[in-house]
T-cell receptor, first 115, second 109 residues
Framework: NAGVMQNPRHLVRRRGQEARLRCSPVKGHSHVYWYRQLPEEGLKFMVYLQKENIIDESGMPKERFSAEFPKEGPSILRIQQVVRGDSAAYFC?????????????FGSGTQLSVL | KNEVEQSPQNLTAQEGEFITINCSYSVGISALHWLQQHPGGGIVSLFMLSSGKKKHGRLIATINIQEKHSSLHITASHPRDSAVYICAGHMEYGNKLVFGAGTILRVKS
């Protein structure tokens, strides 16, 4: 589990504010995945990115949510105009290449609380 | 119907007991992950299985491709094994995981 860094660990926002969640993958990993865990629910896939490309965003809500993984720097999950229903734990995972699923590492998550 | 079904939902065991958590999955899943999530939220990948059996310390994971069923076993359970264990299926097409609801394991000393 070493190497995937997520920050902040906890994020508190008021309704209508923006939330920016950061994920630095394991060094050398070019694939990043974001998952959301709503209270009392299981993990759900949100988006899969490679460097500078969104590969699969089928799990992302259509509005207010966006993700990027720039050439330099961490992957960012951005939630605009947050609502109480966005309160959840957001996890990032990384892998070095497609299908090398033995080497999937998760971050510790960001707990987002919307007041 | 969820693509990955886990049982039991909750499990309480006495220290030293042998524990089994089960996972059934649907067509379209090519491999299975077993994950461990401790209080506080961090997730650790324990195993990835596409066939057969894997062992790591006191943990054993098996998968039956024909029956689309996997089990996670913990031998000589210990209170530090208390966690949520999650089965996750790797979709055959598209590079994403679908998750079971998790099994909350509590091992009492």
């Amino acid at each position: 589990n070493a190497g995937v860094m997520q920050n902040p660990r906890h994020l508190v926002r008021r309704r209508g504010q923006e939330a920016r969640l950061r994920c630095s993958p394991v060094k050398g990993h070019s694939h990043v995945y974001w998952y959301r865990q709503l209270p009392e629910e299981g993990l759900k896939f949100m988006v899969y990115l490679q460097k500078e490309n969104i590969i699969d965003e089928s799990g992302m809500p259509k509005e207010r949510f966006s993700a990027e993984f720039p050439k330099e720097g961490p992957s960012i999950l951005r939630i605009q105009q947050v609502v109480r229903g966005d309160s959840a734990a957001y996890f990032c995972a990384s892998s070095p290449e497609t299908f090398l699923w033995e080497k999937l590492f998760f971050g510790s998550g960001t707990q987002l609380s919307v007041l | 119907k969820n693509e990955v079904e886990q049982s039991p939902q909750n499990l309480t065991a006495q220290e030293g007991e042998f524990i089994t958590i089960n996972c059934s999955y649907s067509v379209g899943i090519s491999a299975l992950h077993w994950l461990q999530q401790h209080p506080g939220g961090g997730i650790v990948s324990l195993f990835m299985l596409s066939s057969g059996k894997k062992k790591h310390g006191r943990l054993i994971a098996t998968i039956n491709i024909q029956e689309k069923h996997s089990s996670l076993h913990i031998t000589a359970s210990h209170p530090r094994d208390s966690a949520v264990y999650i089965c996750a299926g790797h979709m055959e097409y598209g590079n994403k995981l679908v998750f079971g609801a998790g099994t909350i394991l509590r091992v009492k000393s």
